[in-house]
């Protein structure tokens, strides 16, 4: 299988920014934990034992709604960079990548073109189903996942106590087995400096943040992750509802300090935007965090309409296609570290000079 051919559009979906408050809300995301009843968890088994998973697990997938349209791609088969590619696109975790330690037999992931939901096998747990999609939609994420775990379910039978509900690998996903969240940009809260408080606040009601590519991310660009904690005692209507509301909460609260902003540091926010669109357009060189603190100014003045252009789609696909696996995919060969910090500001010039995003990171 050529996997850079069959990962080249995959799960880029949710850049399109046709969600509702796309500008601060990039992207809303679901995760449901499920294991196979009478298989070991996945860190107790051994490589013939994920493979009989993996196998089981494929077969009931090719009975599902989601066969025609996905691609099941085996870690053990495709190149280190084409993993690093899905991971820098947050369609697979770290750990499956086995960019560590090398992937394990048994380790996959179906993708549905560049459709929001994809399917994790022998991650953490047997699977991991995943949809995501632009915008604060995070009842239409549970629902498109919540659509395949039921065709899964007639298939495969799923390790689950009367009591405590489906049973994970780790104890804070017991119950539903669902993670929700979405990825905020939301530097009015960090520019006025009421991010301390918005983010005491949404832990003080079950919540928690992290970065943008998750648990051990650290927040670069004013990006902030915000999903739930535990799924113990809660329906999947409620963690849903939950999450819901806080967002927007957290995003009322982004407007309104964006609007301060305006009002009492008109010229120096102006400034500032300008500022950063001015090093993007012409710079020679860019490291990725130095880009994404850029990135975080110009897409702050897109918002507030203080720059015409580049349109917020473009800005969602210069955050993931300049990242370093995509701009050697895109060059055919490993890169320096300076010639990644070239590769990088070439694309990005390229897209704000033009205002069409190009399909790849760098290169003719």
């Given at each position: 299988?050529d996997d ?7 799960g880029?979906?949710w ?8 500008d601060i809300?990039?992207?809303?995301r ?11 968890y ?5 490589d ?6 993996c196998r ?14 996905a691609v099941?791609?085996?870690m053990?088969?495709?190149?280190e960079?084409?993993?690093k590619?899905?991971?820098e ?5 770290r ?8 992937p394990?037999?048994g380790?996959?992931v179906a993708?549905a073109?560049?459709?929001p ?8 747990d ?7 999609v632009?915008?604060?939609r995070v ?8 659509r ?11 390790a689950?106590?009367h009591?405590?509900g ?17 990825l905020?940009h939301?530097?009015?809260?960090v ?6 408080r918005a983010?005491q606040?949404?832990s003080?009601?079950?919540?928690t943040?992290?970065g943008?590519?998750g648990?051990?991310s650290e927040v670069?660009?004013?990006f902030?992750?915000i999903?739930?904690?535990t799924t ?16 927007t909460?957290?995003l ?14 008109g010229p ?6 300008w500022?950063?669109y001015?090093?993007?357009?012409h ?8 880009l994404?603190n ?12 203080l720059?015409?252009?580049p349109s917020v789609?473009?800005l969602?696909?210069i ?18 570290p300076?010639?990644?910090r070239a590769?990088r ?19 003719g």
């Open positions: 299988m850079a051919a069959a990962i080249f559009d995959s880029l979906g850049l399109e920014a046709d969600g509702p408050h796309a809300v990039l992207s809303t679901v995760r449901l934990a499920r294991n196979l009843q009478g298989h070991p996945v860190a107790r088994a051994s013939g034992q994920r493979e009989v998973i089981t697990v494929a077969q009931a997938f090719e009975k599902t709604s989601m066969r025609r349209r099941l791609l085996r053990t088969e495709m190149s960079r084409a993993r590619v899905l991971l696109r947050r369609l697979i975790s750990e499956i990548a086995g960019l560590q330690t090398g394990d037999g380790v996959a993708i073109g560049d459709g939901v994809s399917v994790l096998i022998n991650e953490e047997h699977l991991r189903l995943q949809g995501l632009g915008g604060l009842a239409d994420a549970w629902s498109m996942v919540d395949l775990d039921e065709e899964l379910g007639r298939g495969l039978h799923f689950y106590h009591e405590f489906y049973l994970t690998c780790c104890p804070t996903n017991v119950g539903t087995g669902l993670r929700a969240s979405a905020l939301l530097p009015g809260l520019l006025t400096k009421e991010i301390a983010l606040g949404i003080e009601v079950g919540l943040f992290r943008l590519h648990e051990g670069v660009g004013n902030f992750q999903s739930n904690q113990l005692g809660q329906s999947e209507e409620d963690l849903v509802e939950h999450l819901t509301r806080i967002v909460t957290v009322e609260k982004e407007r309104r300090a964006r609007q301060v902003l305006l009002r009492d540091a120096v926010t102006e400034d500032k935007v500022r950063a001015g090093l993007l357009r710079a020679r060189a860019l490291e990725y965090e130095e994404m850029l990135l975080s100014g110009v897409r702050l003045g897109v918002s507030l309409q720059l015409p252009s789609y473009s969602n696909r955050m993931i296609l300049s990242q370093a696996a995509h701009l050697e995919e895109a060059a055919g060969r490993v890169l320096t300076p010639e990644r590769h500001a070439e694309y990005v010039r390229r897209v704000l000079a033009t205002g069409n995003p190009p399909t790849s990171g760098s290169g």
